[in-house]
């Protein structure tokens, strides 16, 4: 292995820390930190945590850094070579050089990075596939006390209209631009000029057997196709929800100053939490997906930050890359591990013996994603989420609603 002092990583350890590369890139703002339960995590404890998630093995952080060592000495002999072997003049294969000896470990095994600070290098370097299709078991960290509030429930917005979730279709294309300024999702669906939320889910499966699995949907955002009949969305005035969530640098008054206003959300969630049927257990994998699409060819950033009385308890940040479908970029976060304090969080919920008493802790739980652009930093959306207990026989529920200040 190259001097690699932590011994063989099997394939499922491989993976998992190449798809942590992607998540967490490194150096400046880009550099993520994960608050969990007031712990604050570094990069490579974020990627050893990810693969303990993935796979439920263990690698720890000084294992992680050996084996990013290890990798970057290899790459680093590799780069070399090519620059050799590339019809390049001397001066520009010694600033090749010098660019790449400055880079730490992190940065040399990071592809963007190379790509910034090196000549183009053919033929590509290896592309780890993004995820795997099969769950993987996690493990339930230390649990969390619940406790019911007095607080009447959230009951400020209206009910969802009893209907059944829509199937899953494809995106309708938009009309020509000479027949409308405006495409007919925005203003009816989560879009805002640049980025349309197409779907989003939190979810638990169970493996049944070997080949089956059963799944539960706690919340869910299906495709819908608009059309230009339908009415526009509900507005709710943004001030009525500032106190539920964080009011310091980065929150949600500050991001709605910034604008742009047509990128700001509220979506009432009627969670489903009666998941009686299915058996969970430790092999149980609670995950969220969400896919996103734009006209734009862009490199997103998606921050979620669970809020607890508007104070942010647990932030994660993905980055993901488009690919070109039908004439739209499309962006798909799949299958994303749940966080311990949100598997918890349920669980706790779950057993509560009253809906009102669930409700009455939801009434202080919230949830806010904010979607940028990863280069230019610009909000592309921002969705406040707030929840009640679902009482419908269609299970989950949900109602968007536009934020705006008056």
Same mark, same amino acid.
């Given at each position: 292995?190259?001097?690699?002092?932590?011994?063989?990583?099997?394939?499922?350890?491989?993976?998992?820390?190449?798809?942590?590369?992607?998540?967490?890139?490194?150096?400046?703002?880009?550099?993520?930190?994960?608050?969990?339960?007031?712990?604050?995590?570094?990069?490579?404890?974020?990627?050893?945590?990810?693969?303990?998630?993935?796979?439920?093995?263990?690698?720890?952080?000084?294992?992680?850094?050996?084996?990013?060592?290890?990798?970057?000495?290899?790459?680093?002999?590799?780069?070399?070579?090519?620059?050799?072997?590339?019809?390049?003049?001397?001066?520009?294969?010694?600033?090749?050089?010098?660019?790449?000896?400055?880079?730490?470990?992190?940065?040399?095994?990071?592809?963007?990075?190379?790509?910034?600070?090196?000549?183009?290098?053919?033929?590509?370097?290896?592309?780890?596939?993004?995820?795997?299709?099969?769950?993987?078991?996690?493990?339930?960290?230390?649990?969390?006390?619940?406790?019911?509030?007095?607080?009447?429930?959230?009951?400020?917005?209206?009910?969802?209209?009893?209907?059944?979730?829509?199937?899953?279709?494809?995106?309708?294309?938009?009309?020509?631009?000479?027949?409308?300024?405006?495409?007919?999702?925005?203003?009816?669906?989560?879009?805002?000029?640049?980025?349309?939320?197409? /779907?989003?889910?939190?979810?638990? /499966?169970?493996?049944?057997?070997?080949?089956?699995?059963?799944?539960?949907?706690?919340?869910?955002?299906?495709?819908?196709?608009?059309?230009?009949?339908?009415?526009?969305?509900?507005?709710?005035?943004?001030?009525?929800?500032?106190?539920?969530?964080?009011?310091?640098?980065?929150?949600?008054?500050?991001?709605? /100053?910034?604008?742009?206003?047509?990128?700001?959300?509220?979506?009432?969630?009627?969670?489903?939490?009666?998941?009686?049927?299915?058996?969970?257990?430790?092999?149980?994998?609670?995950?969220?997906?969400?896919?996103?699409?734009?006209?734009?060819?862009?490199?997103?950033?998606?921050?979620?930050?669970?809020?607890?009385?508007?104070?942010?308890?647990?932030?994660?940040?993905?980055?993901?890359?488009?690919?070109?479908?039908?004439?739209?970029?499309?962006?798909?976060?799949?299958?994303?591990?749940?966080?311990?304090?949100?598997?918890?969080?349920?669980?706790?919920?779950?057993?509560?013996?009253?809906?009102?008493?669930?409700?009455?802790?939801?009434?202080?739980?919230?949830?806010?994603?904010?979607?940028?652009?990863?280069?230019?930093?610009?909000?592309?959306?921002?969705?406040?989420?707030?929840?009640?207990? &679902?009482? &419908?026989?269609?299970?989950?529920?949900?109602?968007?609603?536009?934020?705006?200040?008056?």
């Amino acid at each position: 292995m190259d001097g690699d002092a932590e011994g063989v990583w099997s394939p499922d350890i491989e993976q998992s820390f190449q798809e942590a590369l992607a998540i967490y890139p490194p150096c400046g703002r880009r550099k993520i930190i994960l608050s969990d339960e007031g712990k604050m995590y570094g990069r490579n404890e974020l990627i050893a945590r990810y693969i303990k998630l993935r796979t439920g093995k263990t690698r720890t952080r000084k294992q992680v850094s050996s084996h990013l060592q290890v990798l970057a000495r290899r790459k680093s002999r590799e780069i070399q070579s090519k620059l050799k072997a590339m019809n390049l003049d001397q001066a520009s294969k010694d600033k090749a050089l010098q660019n790449m000896a400055a880079l730490s470990s992190a940065q040399i095994v990071s592809p963007s990075m190379i790509k910034n600070h090196l000549p183009p290098l053919s033929p590509a370097p290896y592309q780890p596939t993004r995820f795997w299709p099969a769950p993987i078991s996690v493990q339930p960290g230390p649990s969390q006390d619940i406790k019911p509030f007095v607080q009447p429930p959230y009951s400020a917005l209206p009910g969802p209209v009893q209907q059944p979730i829509p199937a899953y279709e494809p995106l309708a294309p938009p009309p020509a631009p000479s027949a409308t300024a405006v495409p007919v999702w925005q203003d009816r669906t989560i879009a805002s000029s640049k980025l349309r939320m197409l /779907e989003y889910s939190a979810f638990m /499966e169970v493996q049944r057997d070997p080949d089956n699995y059963s799944k539960h949907l706690f919340v869910h955002i299906g495709q819908t196709n608009p059309s230009y009949s339908d009415p526009l969305l509900e507005a709710v005035e943004i001030r009525q929800i500032y106190d539920k969530f964080p009011e310091k640098k980065g929150g949600l008054k500050e991001l709605y /100053e910034k604008g742009p206003q047509n990128a700001f959300f509220l979506v009432k969630f009627w969670a489903d939490l009666n998941s009686s049927g299915m058996l969970d257990g430790p092999g149980s994998f609670y995950g969220v997906s969400s896919q996103y699409s734009s006209m734009e060819n862009m490199t997103i950033t998606v921050s979620t930050k669970v809020c607890s009385f508007g104070k942010q308890v647990v932030e994660k940040v993905e980055t993901e890359y488009a690919r070109l479908e039908g004439g739209k970029y499309v962006y798909r976060i799949h299958r994303s591990p749940m966080c311990e304090y949100m598997i918890n969080f349920i669980h706790k919920l779950k057993h509560l013996p009253e809906k009102y008493m669930m409700n009455s802790v939801l009434e202080n739980f919230t949830i806010l994603q904010v979607v940028t652009n990863r280069d230019t930093q610009e909000t592309l959306l921002c969705i406040a989420f707030v929840f009640e207990v &679902s009482s &419908s026989e269609h299970g989950a529920q949900y109602h968007v609603y536009r934020l705006i200040k008056d």
